[in-house]
């Protein structure tokens, strides 16, 4: 089966910075867009920043110039480097992926178990 799992969450002090991680597993055709999602205790999951097959990014405006999405196609990965991290930023952040795969004949919107990121002092 088809899985996408992230690393490289954990705690880290305001202003500091994490790189997470999200790696797809399985027979995969084609990864389509890659995205982070976030969910703070309470609210609702937050769309964080996308990457399209080609390369293009957009950002929630929260995070515009702290935070960098990038994909190793390669290595059907998904980057997500956060710079100047706030304590609001605590979350879980979630990887989402739309890929063609050996298990379905449509593409289908995949996610992943998601990792903590507690931003504090």
């Known amino acids: 089966q088809v899985q996408l799992v992230e690393s490289g969450g954990g705690l880290e002090q305001p202003g500091g910075s994490l790189r997470l991680s999200c790696a797809a597993s399985?027979?995969?055709?084609?990864?389509?867009?890659m995205r982070w999602y976030r969910q703070a205790p309470g609210k609702g999951r937050e769309l964080v920043a996308a990457i399209s097959l080609g390369g293009a990014t957009n950002y929630t405006d929260s995070v515009k110039g702290r935070f960098t999405i990038s994909r190793d196609n390669a290595k059907n990965t998904v980057y997500l480097q956060m710079n100047s991290l706030k304590p609001e930023e605590t979350a879980v952040y979630y990887c989402?992926?739309?890929?063609?795969?050996?298990?379905?004949?449509?593409?289908?919107?995949?996610w992943g178990q998601g990792t903590q990121v507690t931003v504090s002092s």
């Open positions: 989402n992926a739309v890929m063609r795969t050996a298990y379905s004949d449509y593409s289908t919107n995949y």
């Open positions: 399985g027979i995969i055709f084609s990864i389509n867009a």
